[in-house]
């Protein structure tokens, strides 16, 4: 099942929730910590219901950390980008189209 999440296979995602179910499903992406509305039909195999980002970032650092839940702060973000992807701006306060 990992390697299967890993490269985002959905068959497998659709026979483990027609094992448990789509209201176990639900319950469990409670107990991850989703909040937002979860709509528990057979669509929440392919990932249907809409998410927010920190919860949906929560839940692969759980993956990630082998169960355990991490301890993010709201306040500290950090965003990597390949080298070369993205070129911040030179000035404080230049946006995309130069200095404002």
Same mark, same amino acid.
């Not at 082998?66 to 965003?79: C, E, M, Q, W």
């Given at each position: 099942m990992h390697a299967a999440l890993v490269r985002s296979l959905n068959l497998? &995602? $659709?026979e483990r929730l027609n094992k448990v179910g789509p209201d176990q499903a639900a319950a469990w992406a409670r107990r991850l910590g989703f909040t937002t509305p979860i709509h528990a039909d057979k669509a929440l195999a392919s990932g249907a219901s809409c998410v927010r980002t920190d919860e949906l970032t929560r839940a692969f650092a759980t993956f990630a950390r =082998? @169960? =355990? #839940?991490? *301890?993010?702060? &709201? *306040?500290? $973000?950090?965003?990597?980008f390949r080298p070369g992807?993205?070129? #911040?701006? *030179? !000035? !404080? =306060? %230049? =946006? #995309? @189209? @130069? %200095?404002?």
């Open positions: 497998p &995602s $659709v =082998g @169960g =355990g #839940p991490p *301890k993010l702060d &709201s *306040k500290t $973000v950090r965003i990597y992807s993205y070129n #911040p701006p *030179k !000035e !404080e =306060g %230049a =946006g #995309p @189209g @130069g %200095a404002s």
